[in-house]
């Protein structure tokens, strides 16, 4: 007799994978109506669809630009190469733009739009955490600032991309003009994706400002982040940029300083 753990498995693996399906028949019940295979079938059926449904929720832009079959395709082969391990759905779809990349490598801005809309998902699902502010910064000796190393707060996350990923990604919302039109020559985007409200909201960036922000993000001191910055634009303003996200609350509090309690900001968002 089989433990119930390891039917289930056999049960999963056969869903993903028809070539399995031999293995777990015999452990279905044989009753009245469909036969085991019939039924395992429907089985495999609803939880494709249902998944395809969870990534199509997600990445809405991708699916009207791809079409539906292609879209059906495309979340078939990432349910079946990425299985789902948890019992949420919130993490499910991280990898779809890594994918995109190869399945779709004719088209590199399809990757990047989905990039983009999976920015904001994790934005918007993201836990709060309190902001650095200028007056906790204050409260540390100038001497230590370019020693600090700052990182975003939890509900923020940076893209790139040398395509018009955001003017895609507004040409095709609700609320889009019809005549709206975009060409893949306008040029590329940094984005800084911070959540405003209960909505995650777009911050422009420059190319030396992103520049900064990744490495900061990746743990680098802000001297070390500044330098970084230079080599990109020799007149990088780093007083000026610094205010700038701290105003916005771009980057979590330090434990050293503490920050003061209903602190609020605004974002600038892309127009």
Do not use: C
């Amino acid at each position: 007799m089989i433990a119930l753990p390891d039917a289930q498995r056999l049960f999963f693996a056969a869903l993903l994978d028809r070539e399995r399906s031999a293995a777990v028949l015999p452990l279905l019940r044989q009753d009245h109506g469909p036969g085991a295979a019939k039924r395992l079938q429907i089985y495999r059926n609803n939880l494709f669809e249902s998944l395809s449904d969870a990534l199509r929720a997600v990445f809405p832009v991708l699916a009207q630009l791809v079409g539906d079959d292609f879209f059906r395709q495309l979340a078939r082969r990432f349910i079946a190469a990425y299985p789902l391990r948890s019992a949420h759905l919130h993490g499910f779809g991280r990898e779809l733009p890594a994918l995109l990349s190869t399945v779709a490598a004719d088209w590199p801005y399809l990757a990047d739009v989905a990039a983009l809309e999976w920015a904001w998902h994790e934005v918007y699902h993201e836990a709060e955490g309190a902001s650095l502010r200028p007056q906790h910064l204050a409260r540390l000796p100038a001497a230590r600032h370019l020693d600090l190393r700052l990182t975003l707060v939890p509900a923020a996350r940076l893209v790139a991309s040398p395509y018009p990923v955001l003017r895609i990604w507004q040409g095709h919302q609700g609320d889009a003009d019809p005549a709206f039109n975009v060409s893949l020559d306008d040029g590329g985007v940094g984005l800084l994706l911070l959540r405003r409200g209960l909505e995650p909201a777009f911050v422009l960036l420059t190319v030396a400002e992103h520049v900064w922000l990744a490495s900061l993000a990746s743990g680098s001191t802000l001297a070390e982040a500044t330098l970084a910055a230079f080599d990109h634009d020799a007149g990088f303003d780093l007083a000026a940029t610094l205010g700038r996200h701290l105003s916005l609350g771009s980057f979590g509090a330090l434990a050293d300083i503490g920050p003061e309690e209903g602190s609020a900001h605004s974002l600038e968002t892309a127009s």
